[in-house]
């Protein structure tokens, strides 16, 4: 199965992306796909085991870590407030992988 990580608002955020967010990892984990959540902080930090960083602002590390935290999977989501902005496939995903998971979840994947 595929590694697939997500950049969003997570709990204990409380806005429909962030249980956007928690509803497809749990979704995902269901069906046997490791998932990976870094967090777009805010003033409280996440106890989710699903999140395994988190996005501050305006800081060049935290930035650096997000993107080493994504690229260790598969394929990696990112949301915005209007829409999934990106999903990439990285090149060892298979492209069955990748169009399951695109196709389960609706969201538009493109190859790196």
Request: with cysteine; net charge neutral; charged share 20%.
């Amino acid at each position: 199965m595929p590694q697939f990580g997500i950049l969003s608002t997570y709990s204990p955020t409380v806005c429909g992306l962030a249980t956007f967010s928690a509803a497809l990892a749990e979704s995902l984990t269901a069906k046997g796909v490791d998932v990976s959540v870094v967090r777009i902080a805010d003033e409280e930090t996440s106890t989710e085991t699903a999140v395994v960083g988190e996005l501050v602002n305006g800081d060049k590390t935290s930035a650096a870590a997000t993107a080493e935290l994504l690229n260790r999977g598969d394929i990696a989501a990112t949301r915005s407030s209007k829409s999934w902005r990106r999903c990439v496939c990285r090149p060892s995903s298979s492209p069955t992988q990748c169009s399951k998971i695109q196709h389960r979840n609706n969201v538009r994947c493109s190859s790196e």
